[in-house]
């Protein structure tokens, strides 16, 4: 049982219980929180990506193979990336240890990769634009991440370290026992960044700005540069908060894969948007001159008021001194 409070919006202590039911077979099948907020979380994002999938012209007997092969490729991505990030832990001595993914254990980056590959794999395979898929499947992956982050609530975990008095997020504290906070005996409420709360909210209010966005976009690949560069600049800030992070040396993991993702993403999306803004202004400068052109060899008694052609009479000769006007005034 996890003991939650948030005193500075009015919410006393209560308990959150990680098993939502168990199903009495065998010795009893443990159902959790995390495991039904996941698959709702699953469910929510195929449904968007349905509904964005048929923007982008993709079929959804295409989209289905998508999901079916994201979600398994996904989830062994997820845990891969955990145990791998892990191993001085000394936790996985044997196979079973390593595929326990109902004892805990899914990094979200991990999934996001393997879930990115296979998708791009699948493109090649059924000859789709990657960036279209990409493009509907971006907003949907916010989705889980929105929902997911409260099955690590109930779970007790994924939460920040102790919250000073004098911060401006105090208001938001959250009371949590039992925890790992070294500066709080482990009998007593720890009162600490809820990181789990802050990702949610960051990723509800990127999903609200992508899809406000999404119909103006200038070029395939823009709606996933724009969730790339706002996951990863949220996730680099709230990580540095969190008391669970992964570590290579003193850097942490997700922070450091954060950091180069909002880089990236930003770079990318900056060079990309403008280089549509001169395709756009290059076609409009295209129009002009191409009408001018049009009208190489006529008389202006040849063109009625509304720029219709009439019969053409001019010979060769004045039609090639029209030509060379014109190319000295371009000059």
């Known amino acids: 049982m996890v003991t939650v409070s948030f005193p500075g919006i009015g919410i006393d202590s209560f308990e959150l219980n990680p098993v939502a039911f168990t199903i009495p077979l065998f010795d009893g099948i443990e159902v959790r929180w995390y495991g039904l907020i996941i698959t709702l979380g699953i469910v929510l994002a195929f449904t968007y990506c349905a509904f964005r999938s048929k923007q982008e012209g993709i079929k959804f007997d295409d989209l289905l193979d998508f999901a ?91 939460y920040g370290r102790a919250v000073s008095e004098d911060s401006f997020l105090y208001f938001i504290r959250m009371g949590l026992n039992p925890h790992n906070i070294k500066e709080v005996s482990r009998f007593d409420m720890a009162f600490v960044h809820p990181t789990f709360l802050y990702e949610s909210l960051w990723n509800l209010i990127g999903f609200l700005i992508i899809n406000a966005l999404y119909k103006k976009k200038k070029f395939d690949g823009q709606i996933v540069l724009m969730y790339v560069t706002w996951y990863g600049f949220g996730r680099m800030l709230i990580e540095g908060l969190r008391t669970d992070s992964l570590y290579i040396g003193v850097f942490r993991i997700s922070q450091v894969i954060g950091f180069l993702c909002f880089i990236v993403g930003a770079i990318l999306l900056t060079l990309l948007l403008l280089r549509s803004r001169r395709q756009r202004l290059t076609a409009m400068d295209y129009e002009p001159t191409y009408a001018k052109i049009s009208h190489i060899g006529m008389n202006d008694h040849e063109l009625d008021d509304d720029n219709v052609v009439g019969p053409n009479t001019l010979s060769d000769e004045d039609k090639k001194e029209n030509l060379d006007n014109l190319f000295e005034e371009d000059k």
């Open 68 to 158: 079916i092969f994201t979600v398994i490729f996904g989830v062994i991505g997820a845990r891969t990336f955990y145990v791998l990030t892990s191993l001085k832990d000394g936790k996985y001595t044997s196979f079973y240890d390593i595929i326990a993914i109902w004892e805990g254990g899914l990094a979200i980056y991990g999934a996001i990769i393997a879930g990115a590959i296979t998708i791009f794999l699948i493109c090649r395979y059924k000859k789709i634009n990657a960036f279209k898929m990409f493009d509907a499947v971006a907003p949907a992956v916010m989705i889980g991440q929105i929902l997911g982050r409260w099955g690590n609530f109930f779970n007790g975990e994924a």
